[in-house]
């Protein structure tokens, strides 16, 4: 079974974020899932996962379709809110990855460029007082640009009742 574009497209973020060539911060092996499960009383180290998000195509022009496939990428650690150093090195690591993800390009049937990055800290503001753990979210857009096959079928058609 051929695995969707997205999972595909995760799977090579994982391998690239645990490449041996990284340099971030704080040490992590990334993981792929499509349904992040966290356990707050047993998650003392940091987890970094990676899942498939959404997948959208649009006309860009008359002969090209533009693909965008976004990815997630989840920092999860346990964490005491009074200690804002340990909160400052998750948002630091989070910038590096950010940084370095940054027009990152991966090859599947096409350049995909990672080209819209943003990051949020999801927690709840009433929960803020007891908030036990990090969870830092950063979202990842590739781009890719690809010929419009119907149009290319339907130029094809064309030359050959031409000729």
Known sequence: MTAPQSA???????NWLNSVERDFSQAFTAARVWYPR???????????????S??????????????????RILFYRS???ADVTSMDEMALLMEEVQDSMNRQTFSMGGQLVAAFTSQEIDYAEEEMPSLLAWLGVLRVEFVLLQPN????ASRMMARNNAS
């Open 8 to 14: 595909t497209l995760a799977i090579n973020v994982v």
């Open 38 to 52: 966290f356990d707050l009383e047993t998650v003392d180290t940091l987890q970094v996962l990676v899942i498939p």
């Open 54 to 71: 959404v997948r959208t195509m649009s006309v860009e022009s008359r002969g090209t379709d533009q693909l965008n496939i976004g990815i």
């Open 79 to 81: 964490i005491d809110p």
């Open 149 to 152: 096959p119907g149009l290319m």
